[in-house]
């Protein structure tokens, strides 16, 4: 079984600042990991994932994510933040043996916002 | 182009009334799902299909069906929808290392 815990349901930063959204996982089997993007009235957009390859990993629109094993995280980076990235933020996880026959376990999200 | 297009993007409706959320995807998944977010839960699966003919309750199933007559179609089905399944739904289709989402349902029963 997986589950996700995001610290944070709101997280505000200023315009240039770092963006930091954490993420922490539990998985009985190596996971995969995801984070998803949501802006207002819209869907949800894949902005980067971990398959085991790399740990560091990097995704669209500046962002990136380190896959750290031996603290269970999977936080969201971006160096500077842009008033485009007011959005809301889904950590999810499911396990990689599996995949493509298993649930995405998402967290409860962290809504980002931008201060200019 | 990949893509999962839900129908239809919004909708209001009465207690009582059935209705029907369409999805459908292009990219030959065997893996299909419906979720629904609500605010401070974020998204729950409701239902999900491994195939044709298969599928299996997910973690927040009471007052939906979904059927899965052919492989690109997952309707989700509210017989007898009620205020408490107000909410923005999701289907999604799962590939060998990516789930894609459809742009969402939003739902309001009154």
């Known amino acids: 079984a997986q589950s996700v815990t995001q610290l944070g349901s709101h997280v505000s930063v200023s315009e240039g600042a770092l963006v930091l959204l954490r993420c922490n996982y539990s998985?009985?089997?190596?996971?995969?990991l995801f984070w998803y993007v949501q802006y207002p009235n819209q869907g949800l957009q894949l902005l980067l994932k971990?398959?085991?390859?790399?740990?560091l990993v990097k995704g669209i629109n500046g962002f990136e994510a380190e896959f750290k094993k031996s603290e269970t995280s999977f936080h969201l980076t971006k160096p500077s933040a842009h008033m485009s990235d007011a959005a809301e933020y889904f950590c999810?996880?499911?396990?990689?043996?599996?995949?493509?026959?298993?649930?995405?376990?998402f967290g409860t999200g962290t809504r980002l916002t931008i201060i200019p | 182009e990949a893509q999962v297009t839900q129908n239809p993007r919004y909708l209001i409706t009465v207690t009582g009334k059935k209705l029907t959320v369409t999805c459908s995807q292009n990219?030959?998944?065997?893996?299909m799902s419906w979720y629904r977010q609500d605010p401070g839960l974020g998204l729950r699966q409701i239902y999900y299909?491994?195939?044709?003919?298969?599928?299996d309750k997910g973690d927040v199933p009471e007052g939906y069906k979904v059927s899965r007559k052919e492989k690109r179609n997952f309707p989700l089905i509210l017989e007898s929808p009620s205020p408490n399944q107000t909410s923005l739904y999701f289907c999604?289709?799962?590939?060998?290392?990516?789930?894609?989402f459809g742009q969402g349902t939003r739902l309001t029963v009154v």
């Open positions: 999604a289709s799962t590939g060998r290392t990516e789930a894609f």
């Open positions: 998985s009985s089997v190596p996971p995969y």
């Open positions: 971990y398959t085991s390859a790399a740990t």
């Open positions: 999810a996880v499911t396990g990689s043996t599996n995949f493509g026959n298993e649930k995405l376990t």
């Open positions: 990219m030959n998944h065997e893996y």
């Open positions: 299909s491994m195939n044709v003919e298969v599928t």
